[in-house]
């Protein structure tokens, strides 16, 4: 008896909670829509938050109970978009193919460092000491983070400097989001005209630091006839919704940091 009794009243316990659990389960079920999970499966679970949403699960809740856009998926591009529309009994929304731009052309041949560093080898690590080991602050650190994070292979250092692969970005963003100096955006895969430069400092610091850095001359922005470059704290940027190709403002550049990024 001794036992038994424990025995008895454990089995009694379990068998009480198993109901509790079970009358639970049916009071507070939710049922779900099956589209979700349907447009779920057609994502690429890449899960890099480019469509402005948490995860490639919450794209697809925002789809069928909130009307988010079916076009948002970078990483799955128009083959997502058309599932999806064929999931939700509708036409494919259109989209536009994207890749990320590094606006930084300092490599080893156009800048060096400001001293050695011995701890962890990540651009972020070195970011917390004075800004990074470069002579120019706002450059490529080029040990790899970027690189790390992505996992289409789109991205590699290059004696010292980040570089894309447009072909064989996916344009998730994920690379832009760890690099420390903001270098990286992402832009419409068909304008492939970039400034390859990110210096806020004037012209002639600019040139102390970096050979093939921005020196805010301002030639590009009046030889644009789009207005789509301007000079803002001695640097260029280009509007891509304005940019055509012409390849105007990198003819006229002096110093060429401006660079057709077609391949």
Do not use: W
Request: aromatic share 4%.
């Amino acid at each position: 008896m001794t036992y038994i009794i424990p025995a008895l009243v454990l089995g009694i316990c379990g068998i009480l909670a198993g109901i509790l659990l079970t009358v639970a389960a049916k009071i507070f079920h939710v049922e779900v829509d099956e589209r979700i999970e349907k447009i779920g499966a057609a994502l690429p679970q890449a899960n890099c938050g480019a469509c402005g949403y948490a995860g490639c699960a919450d794209y697809a809740s925002a789809i069928v109970n909130s009307g988010a856009e079916t076009n948002l998926c970078r990483p799955g591009g128009a083959d997502a978009a058309e599932k999806i529309a064929e999931i939700l009994g509708g036409e494919a929304a259109e989209v536009i193919p994207m890749t990320a731009v590094v606006h930084c052309n300092g490599d080893c041949n156009a800048t060096g460092t400001a001293f050695d560093f011995d701890g962890v080898q990540s651009c972020k690590a070195v970011k917390r000491f004075y800004g990074g080991t470069g002579l120019c602050k706002y450059g490529c650190i080029g040990l790899g983070d970027c690189v790390s994070v992505c996992e289409h292979n789109a991205i590699k250092v290059v004696n010292g400097a980040a570089k894309v692969i447009p072909s064989l970005c996916a344009a998730c963003g994920k690379c832009a989001n760890v690099c420390p100096n903001s270098l990286i955006s992402i832009k419409p895969l068909a304008s492939h005209i970039d400034v390859l430069c990110s210096s806020a400092d004037n012209g002639k610091a600019t040139k102390l630091n970096c050979k093939n850095g921005c020196i805010g001359c301002k030639i590009c922005e009046k030889r644009c006839p789009n207005g789509a470059i301007k000079v803002e704290n001695f640097h260029a940027s280009i509007n891509y919704d304005l940019c055509t190709n012409c390849g105007e403002c990198m003819a006229s550049c002096p110093v060429k940091v401006i660079h057709s990024c077609e391949k």
